[in-house]
Structures are given as C-alpha cells and as structure tokens.
C-alpha cells in the first residue's frame, strides 16, 4: 500500500527525473554522496516519519503540552520522535562534515524533512527550528560559539528557537523594547518579554538555545538598533556541562487552534526569577557586530520561510493523499446518466466534481512541493554553483522567490485542506478523520514568519525593484528559457507555453507601470493581490516545467502530471487576469476605506 503522508514516486520524478540531483555528486562538497545515499536518505527519512512521527499526530492535538508553574509536559512520544531524528543525523543534514554533519545537498534534505512535517508538523517543529538556529550561529558566530552551543545541537542534545516578537510589537521589529546591557566581561544582561516563541520551553533536551533580539541602550531607534544574542536557558561550565539555570523564565503557554504539539510560549528575560552568578538579567552572548542583529536573523526568518513553506506543502500533500484514498473506497451516488435507483453505486471518485476537487488537491499540492525542492537547489546551487555568477544569479532567484514559497503554500495548500474536507463530505469535519486536523495545522502557516501581507510588501515593495529590477529580469530569463523549450515541444504544451510567456511579459509591463505611477501608497495597498498574481505565474513556470519532462513518458503517473498542468493552465492561471486589472486600475478601495465606515 502507497503511503498516505507523501508520494515517494513524485519526490524521485521531482529530484532526479527533473531538477537532475544526482548530478550535484560531481561538485566536491557532494563527492562524498551518490543518488543511492540520497535514495537511502529518503528511505530513511520515511521509515522514521511513518513509525515515530505519524502514530502520535493525533495525540498531540487532543494531548497538548502542559506548564504546572515549573515544568512543561509534552507527550513522552515527542521525545522519542525527536531522539529518533537527531540519532539518525538529520539536524545536521546540510551541515559541514566538521561540525557533525552530513553534507547533503539543501534539495534533498528538503525533501527528507517534508516526510517528518507531513507525518507530525508538530514535533517536525523542534528540530526544524533548531536546524535554523545552528546554521545562523554557523554563518555569524564564533568558533567558540560553534563549539559551545551549534555541536550539541547536532547531536540533539540542545534544541534552539528565534526570538523576535513581543506582545506589543508582533510583527513590527522596529518597536522591540527589550533591551541588553552590556556587563564588561565580554557577555551582556537581556531584560524583556517575547512572544510566540515555538519551541520556547520543554525538558524534550538538556538545554535550549534562545536567539534573541534586543537592544543596547544608545543603539538608533528602529530596526537599525537591534542586535542578536545567544541567551541559553542554562549557562555552560567551562568543561562543556551544563551550569546554572539562566533567567528566562516561561510565564505562559499560548493554546492555539492547531499545531498543537509544539510549544509556544511566552518568555521573560531578566525578571529575577533567577539570578545567575548572583546578578540581574539573562546571560546574552553578543552573535557578530551590534546593531546588526536583524540582518543576521534574517537568515534564520529567510530559512524558516522556505521551511514554513515546506510544512504548508507537506500537508496539503498529505490531506490530498488522505482525500484520494477516500474517494476511491467511499461508495455513495450513481453516475448522472443513471436513472435506475436498484443499480449499485460507484465510487465518489466517479463523480466529476469530485475528480475536479481531488485534482484541484493534486495541482496545488504538487506544484508547491516542486517549488520548495525547486528553492533547495537554488540554495545548492548558491553554495556550490561552478562560477560566482551561477552563485550570485541563484542567491538572486532565492530572494525573489522567498515570499512566493512562503506564502503560495501557505494559501494555497490550505484550500487543499479545505478541499479534502468537502471530498469527505461529513464525515471529514469530524475528528475521527485526520483531514479536519490537517486544516486546522496549516491555517497557523500563513501567519507564521511573516503574514501574506507582509509577503506582499516584500514582494512588491522590494524584491522585484531591487538592483534595477535585477531578480525579475533574471526569473524572467528562466522562464523564457521553458517557454522556449515547450514552443518547441509542440503541441498543448507548446500551447501552454504561449499562455506562460503572456502572462509573465503582462506582470512585467504592470509592475513597471506600478512603479511609474508614483502612486506608492496606492501601490502597497493592493500588494497582497500582486503577491498572489505572481504567485500564480510563478507555480504556471513550475508546472511547465514538470510537464516538459513528463511529456512522452508512458504510463499513469505521467499522464496524472500532464493532465495536472492542464487543469493549471485551464483553470488557475486565467484567474491572474482580474488581478492584475484591479492592480492596473490603481484601485483605491481598501486604501480609502475609513476605520469608523465599518
């Protein structure tokens, strides 16, 4: 039987039968590697996300974590979970061998995690946070910081998180108030509150790294003045053991509609419940220069935007496979044509709008998970590409690209949740079928790590202007080179090719016309309509792309992929039309709408 948490034959045609990853072994980092230690990798990955992650999903939601005042208590399952995935090396997938870990092409680790978020996306939670932790402090730290605090989070032994938010500036950075005094010793104090910080507090490990952002006093105001620190929940002794507890203290755990595995707490920095060495405030180590704490955290938020990315697509996948099992085994209904009511029943699968909702499932949920393995090997290609261009052309792509794959999953695999609950017709709102859990996990992504309308803005307001228009003229380079190829297929792909390069070229002249308005208040305010617009145009390339090599290839799974474009092309890219009209328009709708109208 097929799994039900992901498709393994589409993870293979993804990887090897188009973004070609086996061909990453010839580069000296991958040397070690062979596309059998990558399929061995992906066995690996789903052996344990099917018998350690997915048995106690649904034991997480209706079980989840407790604080008594002192201590968090997390399903016993969690830890096991977690152990199985450090022990089998997986924080330290893409790491460098020195470190501990195995060199893997960021590819391929994608998919191997997309197994754990899509069996467990709570527990997936604890080690994918800790992941972009170790890589931040890997990236800006110290050697001894290294030593200190990224070892023992390969090895599992320390988890880590991200601190940014507070309870009065959520996703305005710019109004973090917590501060960090510097003491002279080379550490400083932090003092202040965090919130909504996942993973912020458990006994799942023997210590927890904290990234903090805070300011020290006489910094400039804004996000100008903010710096990173390194705050551990127990300071460590110079033998490497663990030392005293530090202060930061859990004041609470937030209860939230889903993803209910993984904590999510509130923090507070130097209120005295601790005191050590005997003085005020968190022990914080200072991570690079000051006042450029944002700059470092964005490489953790810029990974865990592709990540949250992953784990939208990774259930939208999954609530797909869940809903298509059920389609074919659920009989109930006779064919249309049928008018006699003693003739048997068929399958609801039978039933066009049933086979337009599953394939709706099928074109989102498909079409994401090629676009996040697709911003893997841009990621490999960064770090490994033959030429400083190749690297800085792929780094270029992966900024453009980053608020499409966080927040086009993120809408778009949870229509597919929605999807799969109407396949169930009843019974999928209900908590004995797990379809009604995986919305209620994937409704947190669009908020996490940046809101679609903050993806907007950083779409529209940055990245496609930034160099002189440098990373839209590059994705459009790429897309004229399938455009290309497909004309030169011939046929309904060629057809589809044409539509491809109308709408690319059309999101080109809008944003330029945009940008030539001087309107810029108007502009912004209709970003998350551009920002969806081009979303749209980009997962039209990514399904062309998956057609071109599908094409001519015999059998099912190929026909369900070109038939999956089709429906793309007929159905979902014609709706970027009003879009991008509305944007033209300049309309001023939301922008003059007035707070005491409503």
């Given at each position: 039987?097929?799994?039900?948490?992901?498709?393994?034959?589409?993870l293979d045609f993804l990887l090897f039968e188009w973004l070609g990853v086996d061909e990453l072994t010839k580069r000296e980092r991958f040397a070690e590697h062979s596309r059998d230690t990558f399929e061995d990798i992906l066995d690996l990955a789903e052996l344990i996300a099917t018998n350690d992650f997915a048995p106690h999903?649904?034991?997480?939601?209706?079980?989840?974590?407790?604080?008594?005042?002192?201590?968090?208590?997390?399903?016993?399952?969690?830890?096991?979970?977690?152990?199985?995935?450090?022990?089998?090396?997986?924080?330290?997938?893409?790491?460098?061998?020195?470190?501990?870990?195995?060199?893997?092409?960021?590819?391929?680790?994608?998919?191997?995690f997309a197994w754990f978020a899509a069996a467990n996306v709570g527990s997936a939670g604890y080690p994918m946070l800790t992941m972009g932790n170790a890589n931040l402090i890997i990236s800006h730290g110290t050697e001894e910081q290294i030593d200190t605090f990224v070892r023992p989070m390969v090895e599992g032994r320390y988890f880590g998180t991200m601190c940014l938010s507070e309870p009065q500036a959520g996703s305005s950075l710019a109004d973090v108030a917590t501060r960090a005094e510097e003491v002279g010793d080379g550490t400083y104090r932090l003092f202040g509150n965090k919130m909504w910080i996942s993973g912020g507090d458990h006994e799942l490990t023997e210590n927890i790294v904290h990234l903090v952002l805070?300011?020290?006093?006489?910094?400039?105001?804004?996000?100008?003045?903010?710096?990173?620190?390194?705050?551990?929940?127990?300071?460590?002794?110079?033998?490497?053991?663990?030392?005293?507890?530090?202060?930061?203290a859990l004041a609470g755990l937030n209860h939230k509609m889903g993803q209910r595995g993984i904590t999510?707490?509130?923090?507070?920095?130097?209120?005295?419940?601790?005191?050590?060495?005997?003085?005020?405030?968190?022990?914080?180590?200072?991570?690079?220069?000051?006042?450029?704490?944002?700059?470092?955290?964005?490489?953790?938020?810029?990974?865990?935007?592709?990540?949250?990315?992953?784990?939208?697509?990774?259930?939208?996948?999954?609530?797909?496979?869940?809903?298509?099992?059920?389609?074919?085994?659920?009989?109930?209904?006779?064919?249309?044509?049928?008018?006699?009511?003693?003739?048997?029943q068929i399958p609801i699968i039978e039933h066009a709008d049933v086979r337009r909702m599953l394939l709706a499932q099928k074109a989102y949920a498909e079409g994401a998970m090629a676009l996040t393995l697709y911003c893997g090997r841009l990621v490999d290609e960064q770090h490994t590409g033959a030429t400083e261009e190749d690297r800085r052309n792929a780094?270029?792509?992966?900024?453009?690209?980053?608020?499409?794959?966080?927040?086009?999953?993120?809408?778009?695999?949870?229509?597919?949740?929605s999807l799969a609950i109407q396949v169930h017709g009843g019974y999928g709102y209900t908590r004995e079928y797990n379809v009604e859990q995986f919305y209620r996990d994937n409704r947190l992504n669009p908020i996490h790590e940046g809101t679609h309308g903050i993806q907007g803005l950083d779409l529209l307001g940055r990245k496609v202007i930034m160099q002189d228009g440098a990373a839209l003229k590059l994705f459009m380079a790429r897309v004229q080179d399938t455009v290309d190829r497909g004309l030169a297929q011939g046929g309904e792909v060629a057809d589809w090719a044409g539509q491809l390069s109308a709408a690319i070229n059309d999101i080109a002249v809008l944003t330029a016309e945009l940008w030539g308005s001087g309107q810029?208040?108007?502009?912004?305010?209709?970003?998350?309509?551009?920002?969806?617009?081009?979303?749209?145009?980009?997962?039209?390339?990514?399904?062309?792309e998956q057609a071109e090599a599908a094409a001519g290839n015999p059998g099912d799974f190929y026909q369900g992929k070109l038939q999956a474009a089709r429906y793309f092309f007929a159905t979902e890219l014609p709706k970027t039309g009003p879009q991008i009209a509305l944007l033209r328009s300049l309309d001023r709708t939301s922008l003059d709408m007035q707070a005491n109208w409503f």
């Open positions: 039987m097929s799994s039900l948490i992901l498709s393994r034959r589409d999903n649904k034991k997480n939601d209706s079980n989840e974590p407790t604080f008594d005042g002192t201590t968090v208590t997390t399903n016993p399952e969690v830890a096991a979970a977690v152990k199985k995935f450090s022990e089998a090396g997986f924080i330290g997938s893409t790491m460098d061998e020195e470190v501990g870990g195995m060199q893997l092409p960021s590819s391929v680790a994608f998919a191997a805070a300011r020290i006093p006489g910094s400039p105001a804004g996000v100008k003045g903010l710096s990173l620190f390194i705050v551990p929940k127990y300071l460590i002794n110079e033998d490497g053991s663990r030392g005293e507890r530090n202060d930061v999510n707490t509130l923090l507070n920095f130097g209120e005295g419940i601790y005191s050590p060495g005997g003085q005020a405030g968190a022990v914080g180590y200072l991570v690079g220069e000051p006042n450029r704490g944002l700059a470092y955290m964005f490489h953790m938020m810029n990974e865990a935007r592709i990540a949250v990315g992953m784990g939208a697509t990774s259930l939208g996948y999954t609530g797909y496979l869940h809903a298509l099992q059920y389609a074919k085994e659920r009989p109930q209904g006779r064919p249309v044509l049928e008018k006699d009511p003693n003739s048997p780094e270029l792509l992966l900024d453009l690209l980053t608020p499409i794959v966080k927040s086009w999953p993120s809408q778009w695999c949870l229509e597919a949740n810029f208040d108007v502009v912004l305010a209709n970003a998350s309509a551009y920002l969806e617009a081009f979303g749209h145009i980009v997962l039209a390339w990514i399904w062309l």
